[in-house]
Each structure stands twice: as structure tokens, then as C-alpha cells.
């Protein structure tokens, strides 16, 4: 699969944080990258995470999100215009607590292949990849790959119920129904 990259900018309000998430997965699925069930959860989760983090505890007007998709990996970048690094709450015992708030990071740490912030020239950049699960039939090796494929051609001319018969095409000539 070839290298993809795209990026977009939102505005800095929390109604947003399910725009950016929507975004993201419609963008991967346009790329056609094949995610199990568990790994499209844990990609919704943690984008949802690191937005919800630069809309709450960044400064101003925009957050940017990257998604790239290179070499069997997904990477989520949130980039906002805070100096200020993440900080994970703490752990432990001691400060267990009921609070719903607080655990972004440590989601992102347990759930994400990797992870980590870098300053930027406006602030930072929070990120996160996931290995994507290989495609069913991969393992089957170099032969499948290679295998042609024939383009799906619309038929131009309009649908009616009269001319809805089968008619043989260069596959079907010559084989009973």
C-alpha cells in the first residue's frame, strides 16, 4: 500500500472533537486500509483523546490533525499552539479515583503502539500509531498480489425492468446457466 498524508485544520471548540474523529476514519477508509473491529475502536478512542486534550488544555483559535498511513502503520498527529507538554495523570493506588477526566494519556499509552509529543515552531504535537492488522489473504504471498483485476465499468445505458435480462459476456459465452 502507498504512503498517504493528509492534514486538517478545526477550530477549538469541543462539538468538534466528533468532527475530527468522523474525519479521520473517513479518511483511512478513502485510503482503503482493512482494520479489524478492535483496531477501528482503539483508532476512534484515541483520536477522540488527543483532540479532546488540545481543545481542553491548549491556547488558541486552531487545532491541526495529521493522519498518515505508511508501511503498515497509522499515525494520528494533533498538533495545537501550546508551549506547555502533556502531562499524565498520576497512577496508582493512592490516586484512584471516580474522575472520568485525566486518562487520555495513559489510554493512549496502553492502546497505541506508540506514542509521544514533540515541540513545534507554534507549540506541540501529540501523536499516536497503531500497526494495522495485514489484510486477509496477504500471507497468501507475491502470486495474489500479482493477480490482475478487472475495472468495474458502469453500463451507461439508464436501468428499466424490460432490460433487465442476463446477456452473456465475454466471461459467461459458451457456459449453461
Given at each position: 500500500?502507498?504512503?498517504h ?6 477550530a ?9 474523529r468522523?474525519?479521520v476514519?473517513?479518511?483511512v477508509?478513502t485510503?482503503g486500509a482493512v482494520l479489524?473491529?478492535d483496531t ?6 484515541l483520536?477522540?483523546?488527543l483532540?479532546?486534550n488540545a481543545v481542553v488544555?491548549?491556547?488558541g483559535?486552531?487545532?491541526?490533525v495529521g493522519?498518515?498511513?505508511e508501511?503498515?502503520?497509522?499515525r494520528i498527529e494533533?498538533?495545537?499552539?501550546s508551549?506547555r ?10 490516586n ?20 509521544g509529543?514533540?515541540?513545534t515552531?507554534r507549540?506541540k ?5 497503531l500497526a494495522?492488522p495485514e489484510?486477509p ?5 507475491a502470486?495474489?498480489q500479482?493477480?490482475p ?8 445505458r439508464?436501468w428499466?425492468?424490460?432490460a433487465?435480462v442476463?446477456r452473456p ?5 459458451g457456459r449453461?446457466r
Amino acid at each position: 500500500m502507498p504512503a498517504h498524508h493528509t492534514r486538517f485544520l478545526l477550530a477549538r471548540r469541543p462539538a468538534l472533537v466528533s468532527v475530527a474523529r468522523a474525519r479521520v476514519c473517513a479518511q483511512v477508509r478513502t485510503w482503503g486500509a482493512v482494520l479489524d473491529p478492535d483496531t477501528w475502536s482503539t483508532l476512534e478512542l484515541l483520536v477522540s483523546e488527543l483532540v479532546t486534550n488540545a481543545v481542553v488544555h491548549a491556547e488558541g483559535l486552531l487545532i491541526a490533525v495529521g493522519v498518515r498511513l505508511e508501511r503498515g502503520r497509522l499515525r494520528i498527529e494533533v498538533d495545537d499552539d501550546s508551549a506547555r507538554p502533556p502531562i499524565e495523570a498520576p497512577t496508582g493506588p493512592e490516586n484512584a479515583q471516580e474522575d472520568e477526566s485525566g486518562r487520555g494519556l495513559q489510554l493512549t499509552a496502553a492502546l497505541a503502539e506508540e506514542h509521544g509529543w514533540e515541540p513545534t515552531p507554534r507549540g506541540k504535537q501529540v501523536w499516536f500509531e497503531l500497526a494495522l492488522p495485514e489484510p486477509p489473504g496477504a500471507s497468501a504471498g507475491a502470486a495474489l498480489q500479482a493477480s490482475p483485476t478487472t475495472p468495474y465499468r458502469r453500463d451507461p445505458r439508464p436501468w428499466s425492468p424490460a432490460a433487465d435480462v442476463r446477456r452473456p459476456t465475454s466471461r459467461t459465452k459458451g457456459r449453461e446457466r
